[in-house]
């Protein structure tokens, strides 16, 4: 089983930038893959970002990419979320999620654990 939470929201002007952190409790984190999602309110929870077992292959959500980047730190058992350029539609919480197998790598149904969620808000 993974334990996750996450830190690092907050608010920030439209422009700004926030890094996030996944951390996990589990000596199996190096064998997840880590997903970051966000669900603003009134709206379905949406897949920004996934990062390999081993780091070496990420995936973005077209609204995440070039703006966002994933990267993991495996001895640290940590995922971060670098959020640059952030625009006010970003609002919303972010949770990270974990699992060993996946298929579709930005649909939260296809992960098993999740953190509480971190709350990030962008204004104009």
């Known amino acids: 089983q993974v334990q996750l939470a996450e830190s690092g929201g907050g608010s920030v002007q439209a422009g700004g930038s926030l890094r996030l952190s996944c951390a996990a409790s589990?000596?199996?984190?190096?064998?997840?893959?880590i997903g970051w999602f966000r669900q603003a309110p009134g709206k379905a929870r949406e897949g920004v970002a996934v990062?390999?077992?081993?780091?070496?292959?990420?995936l973005y959500a077209a609204s995440a990419k070039g703006r966002f980047t994933i990267s993991r730190d495996n001895a640290k058992n940590t995922v971060y979320l670098q959020m640059n350029s952030l625009i006010p539609e970003d609002t919303g919480v972010y949770y990270c999620?974990?699992?060993?197998?996946?298929?579709?790598?930005?649909?939260?149904?296809?992960?098993?654990?999740w953190g509480q969620g971190t709350q990030v808000t962008v204004s104009s």
């Open positions: 990062i390999s077992r081993g780091g070496g292959t990420t």
């Open positions: 999620a974990a699992e060993s197998q996946v298929g579709r790598y930005l649909a939260h149904a296809s992960y098993q654990y």
């Open positions: 589990a000596y199996t984190f190096s064998r997840n893959y």
